[in-house]
């Protein structure tokens, strides 16, 4: 339990990775490398876990995607998808979708 907002944010910054290409290592693969039997191939991606500063506080944001789409569809979460060959890694795979998916530009984010 966080005691206010700056509590939340100097516990991330304490914790989390500095730059996130960093957490190639870390993830399903890694801590549970019998996953790779159940699935034929693997696509690296990301997701953009936004904590937006608000006036009755810090709040995040979801995106649902639209019911129609083949994969996925209607299903809710963090912004983001697969790595494309023109990503810089993933941090920029997952702006370029947040950008995509709910119109977040990537100068509004700011990792910690």
């Not at 290409?21 to 790779?36: A, F, S, W």
């Not at 506080?57 to 569809?73: A, D, I, S, V, Y």
């Not at 990503?87 to 979708?97: K, L, S, V």
């Amino acid at each position: 339990m966080f005691l206010h907002d700056a509590d939340f944010i100097e516990r991330a910054q304490r914790y989390l990775h500095a730059t996130p290409d960093n957490l190639r290592d870390k993830g399903d693969l890694v801590y549970n490398p019998d996953v790779r039997a159940f699935y034929s191939q693997w696509r690296e991606a990301a997701v953009l876990f936004c904590v937006i500063e608000r006036e009755g506080g810090l709040t995040t944001l979801l995106n649902m995607r639209p019911l129609h789409l083949k994969n996925h569809g209607g299903q809710i979460g963090f912004p983001g998808g697969k790595v494309e060959k023109t990503d810089e890694g993933p941090f920029a795979t997952a702006t370029r979708e947040a950008l995509e998916e709910v119109g977040l530009p990537p100068e509004n984010v700011m990792p910690i």
